[in-house]
């Protein structure tokens, strides 16, 4: 299982972005998104299954971030609206087979890892 994250970079406060994450190899159940600020724990940002159902989000960006998957093609998106400079971080997407909704949150539970995409946050 390999994955491929893309999509960051440098937007002012307000604005939008779009990350990307490629699967290749076997799917998994569940595909996260978490992220990691400088000085900081990595912390959950949504998840989501291949299967369809609901997504899940931290309370911080609910509302403001979607998580979505192209089965066809193996990818799953993170849509990020209304980007806040705390929102500035490495982002990366992971993947398990966990079933129990309760261990989404819990980066432990992931199996594999993309290699991260800086998001930037600046006026």
């Known amino acids: 299982v390999q994955l491929q994250a893309s999509g960051g970079g440098v937007v002012q406060p307000g604005n939008s972005l779009v990350l990307s994450c490629a699967v290749s190899g076997r799917r998994m159940y569940v595909m996260g998104w978490f992220r990691q600020a400088p000085g900081k724990e990595r912390e959950f940002v949504a998840a989501t299954m291949w299967s369809g159902g609901r997504a899940y989000y931290a309370d911080s960006v609910n509302g403001r971030f979607t998580i979505s998957t192209d089965n066809a093609k193996s990818i799953v998106y993170l849509q990020m609206i209304g980007l806040k400079p705390e929102d500035t971080a490495v982002y990366f997407c992971?993947?398990?087979?966990?079933?129990?909704?309760?261990?989404?949150?819990?980066?432990?539970?992931?199996?594999?890892w993309g290699q991260g995409t800086q998001v930037t946050v600046s006026s």
């Open positions: 992971g993947t398990t087979n966990e079933y129990n909704p309760q261990y989404y949150y819990d980066q432990n539970s992931y199996a594999y």
